[in-house]
């Protein structure tokens, strides 16, 4: 017994390192690396591709293997919609209107007439058609694949604390392009004083209130229609790692690692864009940061400068919405206390 209780405290250190190395990708043993790009339309029509990432000869190539469109319907197994589903523990309109949750299908067959409503117009619009052949991506660069695989593996950049500096805000940048940032989206109808002026300009360099800002930016407000899913599978012999996102917003940060570790590492994103074919219907823009489809800015540089001017720099000087406007700080804001 003693000899076995030994044994084991030895393995110890060895089973720790085995699940360390688990979270981490090596390619020296992939055998194959699955990317998942896709959308859901309000419920109504999802659509997508399915690429792989097999080696060949001269290292590794790229090709698309599966492509789907169709309308939406409740009660799908699909493994790219499980999450899909209707909530059947939060139904209460339908108790108001006194329409029982107990009857799962009759739920579904009610969704589904809803949804069949509104299918004609994706129909129409969507018309990626549904294929199954092999297509290989030429424009696939293995050196972003290997990139892409040092920004999974590379610990440091994954806690939200490192998104400026992995999107290139950093101190640096912040001294070279600071003033022009508060200069191009300052309040319109106030002008500062120097020292307002001079007090925003430090908190710009204030790499706390930057990381706030910039996260904030980032995380923006989702849009209410569109339900992305990028997933990335690294395939070895004995495991698989799977890191996916679904958030809609520029970036799609963060990463869930195995649906439990959270990745703040936009690097990882902008290189899966990279990978990704330019083709309609794709998260590729999105991932790559693409402000296009954001109601309130039109550029990273917008959403942080206003993020950070907003929340750092000015407030309201009135107390009643219609009297009260913005005004600029000349120092830290002071923090009201409820008694």
Request: a neutral charge; one cysteine or more; hydrophobic letters at 35%.
């Amino acid at each position: 017994m003693k000899r076995l209780l030994y044994s084991f405290i030895l393995l110890l250190p060895l089973v720790s390192y085995s699940q360390e190395v688990s979270t981490v990708v090596n390619i020296d043993s992939l055998d194959k690396v699955i990317i998942i790009d896709h959308q859901n339309f309000n419920y109504e029509w999802y659509c997508g591709r399915r690429y792989e990432i097999v080696r060949n000869n001269h290292g590794f190539e790229m090709r698309q293997v599966e492509q789907y469109s169709s309308p939406y319907s409740f009660g799908q197994t699909d493994k790219t919609i499980e999450n899909d589903s209707l909530d059947f523990d939060n139904m209460k309109t339908l108790e108001a209107l006194g329409i029982s949750v107990d009857e799962p299908d009759t739920l579904i067959e009610l969704a589904n007439k809803v949804i069949s409503t509104k299918q004609s117009y994706w129909a129409q619009k969507i018309t990626m058609a549904n294929s199954m052949d092999t297509v290989k991506i030429t424009s696939f660069d293995p050196d972003v694949f290997i990139e892409l695989i040092s920004a999974v593996n590379d610990k440091k950049s994954r806690s939200i604390t490192s998104i400026p500096n992995n999107l290139g805000i950093d101190s640096i940048w912040i001294s070279n392009h600071g003033e022009r940032l508060f200069n191009l989206y300052k309040l319109e109808d106030v002008e500062p004083t120097p020292d307002q002026k001079k007090y925003c300009l430090s908190c710009f360099r204030d790499p706390k209130k930057r990381m706030i800002a910039i996260a904030s930016a980032v995380h923006g407000h989702p849009n209410t229609y569109d339900y992305p899913f990028v997933e990335l599978q690294f395939i070895e012999k004995r495991d698989t790692l799977f890191l996916s996102t679904d958030i809609p917003n520029p970036y799609s940060i963060p990463w869930l690692l195995n649906d439990s570790t959270k990745y703040f590492n936009p690097k990882i994103s902008v290189l899966a864009a990279e990978l990704l074919p330019d083709l309609e219907y794709s998260n590729k823009k999105r991932l790559s940061g693409n402000f296009s489809s954001s109601h309130f800015f039109n550029s990273l540089e917008e959403a942080f400068a206003k993020r950070m001017i907003y929340k750092y720099c000015t407030e309201f000087n009135e107390k009643k919405k219609r009297r009260r406007k913005r005004i600029y700080l000349d120092q830290e804001k002071t923090e009201v206390v409820q008694k």
